[in-house]
């Protein structure tokens, strides 16, 4: 799904993140798709803190610890 305004600066896209009370509409195979539609709307529901790591976690060989090691200043995207 396209970001929410907060998550553009980083990247244009986002997965969807359920809220706990939408998991249950989202497996049920007879929800309606205009509600399944509003379940995937830009939203970050939680704290999301973003860090920087090395190129090296955009190869999955890669399966090092220095693949989760920041390279510059974490931050926090506000819930909204």
Do not use: F, Y
């Amino acid at each position: 799904t396209a970001a929410p305004a907060a998550m553009r600066d980083l990247h244009q896209r986002m997965p969807v993140h359920l809220h706990p009370a939408g998991i249950c509409h989202w497996l049920a195979p007879n929800t309606p798709q205009t509600d399944l539609a509003a379940l995937l709307a830009p939203a970050v529901l939680v704290p999301l803190t973003i860090m920087p790591v090395s190129r090296l976690v955009n190869n999955a060989r890669n399966k090092s610890a220095d693949c989760a090691v920041a390279t510059g200043p974490e931050w926090t995207v506000a819930a909204v």
